[in-house]
């Protein structure tokens, strides 16, 4: 198990256009630009790359630097024409992508969980309600 604040990244190639970056510990502001380093050295090592998958089972915490840190893979991913995959994300992250209105760019059209469907995002509210209040 990591130490409070430890960040593991495990890299691997299950297909040639493939990589894979495993997340394990806490993805905060100690550590945050270690993720964008890993994922900009996978997609210059392998220029074949069209799918980066990031295994986030072993992800225990992630703040907005480690979001911002996942905003910025998603940006080096598309710049190289590739597509990115979150797996196995669990609530905590699930939460932090949906509130924070990022689970759409971050994930895409394609739901990589294998659990249960996430919860519908509350829409607009209606024209007769006040903006104030609960």
Request: glycine letters at 8%.
């Amino acid at each position: 198990m990591n130490d409070l604040g430890e960040l593991s990244l495990t890299g691997s190639r299950p297909r040639a256009d493939t990589a894979r970056l495993a997340i394990a510990g806490d993805l905060d502001h100690t550590n945050a630009d270690q993720l964008t380093k890993a994922v900009e050295e996978l997609l210059g090592e392998h220029g074949a790359v069209r799918w980066l998958r990031l295994d986030c089972a072993g992800l225990q915490f992630c703040d907005s630097y480690g979001l911002a840190s996942l905003l910025m893979v998603r940006r080096l991913v598309t710049a190289a024409s590739a597509e990115l995959h979150l797996d196995n994300r669990a609530r905590a992250l699930e939460r932090l992508l949906v509130v924070t209105h990022t689970v759409e760019y971050l994930t895409g059209a394609c739901d990589d969980r294998e659990t249960e469907p996430r919860e519908a995002r509350p829409g607009p509210l209606p024209e007769n309600s006040s903006e104030g209040g609960t």
